[in-house]
């Protein structure tokens, strides 16, 4: 550990489990470069303090009651709401926090891109801002097309046009583009269109990926954004997601692993916000099942629509459980694939640990990163949701994965993968070395 340098970071999270998580590893990371940690967090899903008593957290209000039957329903709404009833109680709670002469200056503002709102606060404050996009270098690019994809047509995605490939931004495919709520696509653009604008005036941006996975899009990038761009991912290799998990996670399954054949196990997990509808947990269960093979499968509670009780027979050759540890899941040596929706924590935890995937996107940045799991680095084979999951498609997937020569090939593409994730975390590696230009480019930043 380096010595403390007197420089303190506040750092402002989307309460998000996919957000959360990468916003305290990157914290334990700055942390560990010898930086104060002051976490400014929603009363929503606020992340366990007792877990890190080498940070300091402040709670704002967000005038959200999960118990309102007006809860916002959906994630589009959601984050609508987040961003727009946040902005005064942050700014309240940062004013207070730099007239605190008990403690060190702060530094600078790391907050998640889409608040983007953080912009205006921190020139209102004279605080430098960097930002953390929790997505991949691949999907902001395509955030960041946002206004020519719309010029030429593309956006909003029209049903007759799904299959049309997108010239420039080659191997995209129209149905590739991100959504959340296809009955307000407006709302997704304008969020979207927010992110990166604020993103193109802060003093830095920050992505949990490495440069050899991404350098394609990260290059694109630099050239659009006339900003820093620090790529030091895999965060997970630095702190395991544990510590920040909203819930708990199950270990009884790491057991259960312990007793299957090496690199024999599918794993199914589809996040914490994605659902699927009853129809669909019939298939899947079905697929599973007729696969012939173990699987450990993640069913949330409240992800499944309709379902109130397991198929009959599933558990003989299955594990289920609520929430598993799953960067510990995947690094076991009994599972061989991972059946996944594609967020960018998950894709990028396969990915440092080497598991192939069965690619089934189902909103926002998913479907970018889905296609480039599976035309840019071959690691994984799609699985189509939008026309219907059915049982035969799901067993054609799994076998293309573990029966055919395209499953060998798949294995030993992301094997190599995996070891570019470990190299670039070494000394010399592109993401050691990334790390120490962020330290020092926050060092250098004026209040
Ligand atoms: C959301 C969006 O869906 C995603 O597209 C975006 O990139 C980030 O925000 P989420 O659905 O939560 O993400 O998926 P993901 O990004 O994969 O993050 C899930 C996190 O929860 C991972 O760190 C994963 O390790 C953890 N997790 C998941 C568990 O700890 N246990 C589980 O059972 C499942």
Redesign the pocket.
């Known amino acids: 550990m380096e010595q403390r340098k007197g420089r303190r970071l506040v750092l402002f999270p989307m309460p998000?489990?996919?957000?959360i998580?990468?916003m305290l590893q990157l914290a334990q990371i700055l942390h560990s470069k010898g930086f104060s940690i002051t976490v400014i967090h929603t009363n929503f899903n606020s992340p366990n303090a007792s877990n890190y008593p080498h940070f300091t957290f402040h709670p704002i209000p967000d005038r959200l009651d999960q118990s309102d039957p007006a809860m916002p329903s959906n994630?589009g709404s959601l984050l609508s709401h987040l961003t727009t009833m946040c902005e005064g109680p942050f700014e309240d709670c940062l004013r207070k926090l730099m007239l605190d002469e008990t403690d060190e200056p702060i530094g600078c503002l790391v907050s998640d891109a889409l608040f983007h709102f953080t912009q205006g606060v921190s020139e209102r404050l004279r605080i430098p801002r960097i930002v953390l996009r929790?997505?991949?270098a691949c999907?902001f690019h395509v955030f960041a097309a946002f206004p020519f994809l719309k010029e030429k047509g593309y956006l909003p995605v029209q049903d007759s046009k799904l299959e049309d490939p997108i010239m420039e931004l080659a191997p995209l495919k129209v149905k590739d583009l991100p959504v959340i709520n296809t009955s307000d696509p407006e709302k997704l653009y304008q969020l979207a269109t927010s992110m990166v604008n604020s993103a193109k005036n802060c003093a830095g941006l920050i992505f949990n990926t490495f440069e050899d996975l991404e350098q394609s899009s990260l290059d694109k990038l630099r050239y659009e954004f006339l900003i820093p761009i620090f790529p030091i991912g895999p965060f997970?290799k630095f702190c395991p997601?544990?510590l920040s998990?909203l819930?708990a996670?199950d270990e009884t399954c790491i057991s259960w692993l312990d007793r299957q054949e090496p690199g024999s196990v599918i794993y199914v997990?589809?996040?914490?916000?994605?659902a699927i509808e009853q129809p669909e947990y019939e298939e899947i269960a079905w697929g599973l099942r007729n696969s012939g093979r173990p699987f450990l499968w993640?069913i949330?509670p409240s992800s499944v629509d309709g379902v109130d009780g397991l198929n009959p027979g599933l558990e003989e050759r299955g594990c289920i459980?609520?929430?598993?540890?799953?960067?510990e899941?995947?690094s076991h040596p009994s599972v061989g694939a991972f059946w996944?929706?594609?967020?960018?924590?998950?894709?990028l935890?396969s990915i440092s640990e080497g598991v192939p995937m069965i690619c089934m996107?189902?909103?926002?940045?998913?479907k970018v990163?889905s296609r480039f799991v599976c035309d840019v680095w071959q690691v994984g084979v799609e699985l189509e949701r939008s026309n219907g999951l059915e049982r035969g498609k799901i067993q054609r997937a799994i076998r293309r994965l573990f029966d055919e020569k395209e499953g060998e090939e798949i294995r030993d593409r992301m094997l190599h993968l995996k070891e570019k994730a470990s190299l670039c975390l070494k000394q010399g590696g592109s993401t050691f070395q990334s790390i120490g230009g962020l330290a020092d480019h926050i060092l250098s930043l004026e209040s």
């Not at 997990?269 to 994605?274: E, K, L, P, V, W």
């Not at 996944?340 to 998950?346: A, I």
């Not at 996107?361 to 998913?366: G, K, L, N, R, S």
């Open positions: 998000l489990q996919g957000h998580n990468p994630i929790t997505g991949g999907s997970h997601p544990s998990s819930i996670h997990s589809f996040g914490s916000i994605a993640v949330r459980v609520k929430w598993a540890p799953q960067v899941v995947l996944t929706h594609c967020g960018w924590n998950s894709t935890e996107p189902c909103f926002a940045d998913q990163n």
